[in-house]
């Protein structure tokens, strides 16, 4: 069993939001997602709110896997689009790709913003082999041994559902963050600290993929 340090990355709109659990967490932000990482000496396993590998054509085996494994909360799980679609030149050119890939589909504006942030991702991960991709919902619902969460993460009870998931696996956040990271959204940062507890059991050799079996250091899995 591995007791290294980890870390839980996840994106919000000012840059990305880290946990680090060391052993005990502390919350850092930063816009440059390497630097961030960079900047975490020592860490074992760093666990990505983000997809990590591409298909080339339909939709992802991890994706449609992670949303049935999280039921209630199968919206929060991104359909990741096929890497032509992402390498297009304009949102009305990755549509029409789409549309070709995708049984006529088309993706939303959210999907084609976020390309920026995929391929920022896969720079970083495909340097460095700590980085592993994680689903925070996914990774609440498995805390509760699987046990979909009733409540949305942006909701009063959502968010004590989390921190209290969190808090039965040894994760307890500070009350008051810097000025810094306690300007982040709670939800990220809840989110954050699900990614470090994929990444902790992925340093320790007890993680789970999305699909199922998955091979340790192939891209495409969600890992939780």
Sequence with gaps: MSDAAV?????????????????????????????????????????VDMPIGLP??????????????VGPRRNSVFMTPPAPVLAAGSYAEANEVAAALLDGKKISQQAWALRTNIAAV???????????????????????DGEPLAYPKTSWNGQALRRAALGTHGIVLPDELDEQAGGV????VLDAAAAAWSARRHARGESRSLP??????EAGAIWY
């Design 122 to 144: 896969a720079a970083v991960a495909d340097a460095d082999e700590r980085v592993i991709e994680v689903h925070p919902e996914v990774s609440f619902c498995a805390m509760r």
């Design 7 to 47: 870390v839980g990355v996840d994106w919000y709109k000012a840059g990305w939001v880290a946990v680090v659990l060391d052993p005990d967490p502390r919350v850092v932000v930063g816009r440059d997602l390497a630097a961030l990482i960079a900047g975490a000496d020592g860490v074992a396993c760093v666990g």
């Design 212 to 217: 199922d079996g998955w091979r340790r250091g």
């Design 185 to 188: 959204p709670p939800a990220d």
């Design 56 to 69: 080339t054509d339909g939709t992802r085996k991890a994706d449609k896997a992670a949303r049935d494994f």
